[in-house]
């Protein structure tokens, strides 16, 4: 099993944070690990250092063993719910970390980590070009045209891509405000969410969850950029067959996950800024604390139910058979009054049965009472 070094280990490091992405690494050989490593990358976490977290959460794994997970801070427990899910998605992952070792482990990690950024690399490419035909209103062209292998035109410095990104809340047909944008002496934060994410473009400051992630670059007829991404690029326009295997087919995906809407808002949102690479550092688009931002509203608990409806609307759209199977059955159907007519007869056999029971119990309670009966008469006579 992997060691971590020990207190006395003059090597040893303070615990990386896992949900931070770490510095790129030297590409490796290709392995079914950067497979899965895409997947995780897309639907998980999409800026995990992966070390960090398969290091941390082994660690974890002996301490809670020891102590109440209510112990860890909520930022630990949210790392180690990542890790748990890693360890359910890469079979057998879980014995190879417990009797490798710490070679391995490094091995292991630098190849999930190769995955998730290969995939988001090859993403943000494909994106750079798709967004331009998707914010281009049909039957005309943009005015000024974008260029769609140079960003440095796009972000606030374009009327349509500034509009799609000004922060909700905020007029961007305000010259004043739409200069400040474009000057830099308006910041935008990754927590000031962008009004694309919204239906219609339109934000109800009384009502922010009305319309939220439900934005046409998200999800719409013909801008998806969620279908691009996991079930093809020809599925976007709906085409009878898709050009490729989607990704959500190749890795068995039956269901949209929060984390999987985080990375798609994430990916328009960059492919909308005028930035050439993604990074990190990159304090301008910080789309790190934008994606993280994303992921905290759909894990808070207070927020459930809005986020559960999100979920269902979204899985109606990209995968219809699951969301089949969660709507109830239409009032008044063939397939309504089966199902009545077949909860009806099990009603009444479960009643039956009942009353079985109770007239056997009857029965018995009587003999014993008169078994007894006979027993004190004897006792009677004989006295």
Same mark, same amino acid.
């Given at each position: ?6 207190? &006395? ?7 990386? &944070? ?5 510095? =790129? ?12 490593? $895409?997947?995780?990358? %897309? ?16 660690? =974890? ?21 990542? !890790?748990?899910?890693?360890?359910? &998605? ?63 035109? $796009? ?40 009004? !694309?994410? +919204?239906?219609?473009?339109? +934000? ?39 050009? =490729? ?32 690479? !993604?990074? %990190? ?37 990209? !995968? ?64």
């Amino acid at each position: 099993m992997f060691e971590p070094a020990s207190d &006395s280990d003059p090597h040893k490091r303070a615990r990386e &944070s896992a949900l931070q992405l770490g510095p =790129r690494k030297k590409p490796s050989l290709s392995d079914p690990l950067i497979h899965h490593g $895409r997947h995780f990358g %897309r639907t998980v976490h999409a800026l995990t250092n992966v070390k960090a977290l398969i290091t941390n959460g082994l660690l =974890r794994m002996g301490e809670l063993a020891e102590q109440p997970e209510e112990n860890f801070t909520a930022e630990e427990r949210r790392e180690h719910n990542v !890790f748990n899910t890693l360890l359910q &998605s890469v079979p057998g992952l879980e014995e190879r970390l417990m009797n490798g070792s710490e070679d391995d482990m490094a091995q292991i990690a630098e190849l999930i980590q190769k995955g998730a950024s290969s995939a988001r690399s090859d993403d943000t490419k494909g994106l750079k070009n798709a967004i331009i035909d998707w914010i281009t209103p049909r039957g005309q062209c943009l005015n000024p045209p974008l260029a769609r292998n140079i960003k440095s035109d $796009r972000g606030f410095h374009h009327e349509r891509t500034g509009a799609l990104l000004c922060p909700a809340g905020m007029d961007w047909s305000n010259s004043e405000i739409k200069d400040q944008l474009r000057n830099g002496e308006l910041a935008v934060a990754g927590d000031q969410w962008p009004i !694309f994410l +919204y239906s219609g473009e339109v +934000y109800d400051s009384e009502d922010p969850w009305n319309g939220l992630f439900r934005g046409a670059l998200l999800l719409a007829r013909t801008s998806q950029a969620y279908k691009y991404i996991f079930t093809s690029p020809s599925s976007v326009d709906k085409e009878p067959k898709a050009t =490729r295997a989607g990704n959500a087919r190749i890795h068995g995906m039956t269901r949209v996950t929060p984390a999987s809407i985080a990375y798609i808002a994430t990916q328009v949102r960059f492919a909308l800024t005028s930035s050439p690479v !993604f990074s %990190r550092t990159d304090t301008v688009t910080d789309s790190e604390r934008f994606y993280n931002s994303v992921l905290e509203l759909f894990e808070d608990i207070e927020e459930q139910e809005e986020v559960n409806a999100l979920l269902l609307w979204w899985n109606r759209q990209i !995968f219809p058979s699951y969301s089949t199977s969660q709507r109830p059955v239409t009032k008044n159907s063939a397939l309504a009054r089966i199902r009545e007519k077949r909860a009806a007869i099990k009603l009444a056999a479960a009643a039956g049965e009942a009353a079985n029971g109770m007239a056997v119990g009857e029965g018995a309670d009587a003999t014993v009472a008169g078994g007894g009966g006979n027993h004190s008469a004897a006792g009677t006579s004989a006295t």
